[in-house]
């Protein structure tokens, strides 16, 4: 059992580190994506998982701000969050 569980955070942190390090790259512009990536993934394991969790926590943190104003709100969110990405 704890095996199983183990096998399934490891593929959950992996999805979640995907999703921030999109989501810097998309903020940072400036560089090329695979520059921040490659950044990012040169870092030391615990460096990863604080951008990880800051780039995450941040994202929970706007959604409740855009929540704020109803489903346009959110429907605003979920564009920019869209837009951010590609």
Do not use: Y
Request: proline share 2%.
């Amino acid at each position: 059992m704890a095996e199983e569980i183990r096998a399934l955070m490891s593929g959950l942190g992996q999805r979640a580190r995907v999703v921030a390090f999109a989501l810097v790259a998309g903020i940072a512009r400036l560089c090329g994506k695979p520059e921040v990536d490659k950044t990012l993934r040169d870092l030391p394991a615990h460096k990863q998982r604080r951008v990880t969790v800051l780039a995450l926590s941040g994202l929970l943190m706007t959604s409740l701000l855009a929540a704020q104003f109803g489903w346009i709100g959110m429907l605003v969110f979920f564009m920019a969050v869209v837009l951010i990405i590609n």
